[in-house]
C-alpha cells in the first residue's frame, strides 16, 4: 500500500524566560558568553538590513536510493521570490523573524490555479534559521565553545549548540500529507566569523531517531502503524553580497542542502537544495539596486 508523504519539522522547546546556559570553563564561559552576545548583535544587524532585500529562491527535491544516490523517482524545482520580515507579534513582545515565500515557478513554467502545493513543499511562511541566536532566543539552547575553524579562508569561533529541552510530538495532517514537528531535538555547530561576528555556516541535524505513532485513523490499510526518523541533516552556507549606491556588503544565504530518512514513509530518502540568487536591495525612492 501507499505511504503518506511526510514532512519532518525541527524547531526550540518554547521555555520560560531564564539564564542562557553554557558548558566549560570559567574562563571559557566568558569567551562563550562574550561571542553569544556578539553573534546575537550581528543577527539583529542582519535582520534590520535583510527586510529591504528580495532574492529569488530555487528549490530542488528529489527522492534518493539506499546509496543516496537519485533513484530516477520524485524530482521537482520550484522558484521563489523571497524576502524576511522582522515585525513584532500581534500580542507585542520581540519581534519574530520569518522568510516569507511567493512561488513564482514549478518546474519551470508559471504555477497554474490547480498547482496545489507539495507535501515536501517549502512553506509559505517559515521561521528564519538564524533567529535562535537572537538575544531573546538564546535561552532555548545550552552552548559550548567547539574551538576554531575556516570557512572559504575565513578564521571562524565554532560553538556547538543543543535544545535544552524537549517538547511534545506533533504530527498533523493535510489530505495525504502529514507533518511532524520534533521540537526540542535539534543538535548543531555554528561557524562565526572571527572578526565581523557574522554567520558564515550553520548545520543542524537529529539529537537521535524518534518513532512516532501515527493515528489510527490516518493509517492505510495494510501499512505501517509507526514511522521512524532516522536522520534529518541541514547545512546552510552564507556568502557575501556586494551592493551599490550606496556601497554595502551583507553576508546572505548561498545554499541550504537538507538531507531527510523516514522509514515507513511515502519517500523514506529524499534530499532537498535550495539555491539563492539575484539578491536585490530596496532603497529609499523605491529603487532597485541589484548585486553584483
Known amino acids: 500500500m501507499r505511504c503518506p508523504w511526510l514532512r519532518v519539522i525541527l524547531a526550540a522547546a518554547l521555555l520560560p524566560a531564564g539564564a542562557i546556559q553554557v558548558v566549560g570553563?570559567?574562563?571559557g564561559a566568558d569567551d562563550l558568553f562574550a561571542a553569544l552576545a556578539r553573534v546575537g548583535a550581528s543577527v539583529e544587524r542582519y535582520f534590520d538590513r535583510a527586510q529591504s532585500i528580495?532574492?529569488?529562491e530555487t528549490v530542488r527535491l528529489q527522492s534518493l536510493g539506499l546509496d543516496l544516490g537519485g533513484d530516477g523517482g520524485?524530482?521537482?524545482?520550484?522558484?521563489?521570490?523571497?524576502?524576511?520580515?522582522?515585525?513584532?507579534?500581534?500580542?507585542?513582545g520581540p519581534p519574530a523573524a520569518t522568510v516569507l515565500r511567493q512561488l513564482i515557478k514549478v518546474n519551470g513554467r508559471a504555477p497554474r490555479a490547480k498547482d496545489e502545493p507539495g507535501c515536501m513543499d517549502p512553506k509559505a511562511v517559515s521561521p528564519e534559521p538564524l533567529a535562535m541566536f537572537l538575544p531573546a532566543e538564546q535561552q532555548d539552547y545550552v552552548f559550548t565553545l567547539a574551538g576554531r575553524?575556516?570557512?572559504?579562508?575565513?578564521?571562524?569561533?565554532?560553538?556547538?549548540?543543543?535544545?535544552?529541552?524537549?517538547?511534545?510530538?506533533?504530527v498533523s495532517w493535510r489530505k495525504e500529507c502529514?507533518?511532524?514537528?520534533?521540537?526540542?531535538?535539534?543538535?548543531g555547530r555554528v561557524w562565526i566569523d572571527a572578526d565581523t561576528d557574522e554567520v558564515l555556516r550553520l548545520d543542524e541535524h537529529l539529537s537521535g531517531m524518534?518513532?512516532?505513532?501515527?493515528?489510527?485513523?490516518?493509517?492505510?490499510?495494510?501499512?505501517?502503524?509507526?514511522v521512524t526518523v532516522e536522520r534529518l541533516?541541514?547545512?546552510?552556507?552564507?556568502?557575501?553580497?556586494?551592493?551599490?549606491?550606496?556601497?554595502?556588503?551583507?553576508?546572505?544565504?548561498?545554499?541550504i542542502d537538507t538531507l531527510t530518512i523516514v522509514r515507513n514513509s511515502g519517500?523514506?530518502?529524499?534530499?532537498?537544495?535550495?539555491?539563492?540568487?539575484?539578491?536585490?536591495?530596496?532603497?529609499?525612492?523605491?529603487?532597485?539596486?541589484?548585486?553584483?
Open 25 to 27: 570553563s570559567e574562563a
Open 54 to 56: 528580495i532574492c529569488i
Open 74 to 92: 520524485l524530482s521537482r524545482q520550484l522558484s521563489y521570490e523571497l524576502r524576511v520580515a522582522w515585525e513584532p507579534p500581534p500580542a507585542g
Open 149 to 170: 575553524g575556516k570557512v572559504h579562508g575565513r578564521p571562524t569561533v565554532m560553538i556547538d549548540y543543543r535544545s535544552r529541552q524537549a517538547g511534545p510530538v506533533k
Open 178 to 187: 502529514f507533518s511532524i514537528e520534533l521540537p526540542g531535538r535539534a543538535r
Open 210 to 226: 524518534f518513532d512516532v505513532t501515527l493515528p489510527p485513523e490516518h493509517r492505510t490499510p495494510g501499512g505501517p502503524a509507526s
Open 233 to 255: 541533516d541541514s547545512s546552510i552556507v552564507y556568502r557575501p553580497v556586494i551592493f551599490r549606491e550606496p556601497d554595502e556588503t551583507v553576508m546572505l544565504p548561498r545554499s
Open 267 to 292: 519517500v523514506p530518502r529524499r534530499r532537498t537544495n535550495q539555491t539563492f540568487s539575484n539578491y536585490q536591495r530596496f532603497v529609499t525612492m523605491g529603487r532597485v539596486v541589484q548585486d553584483e
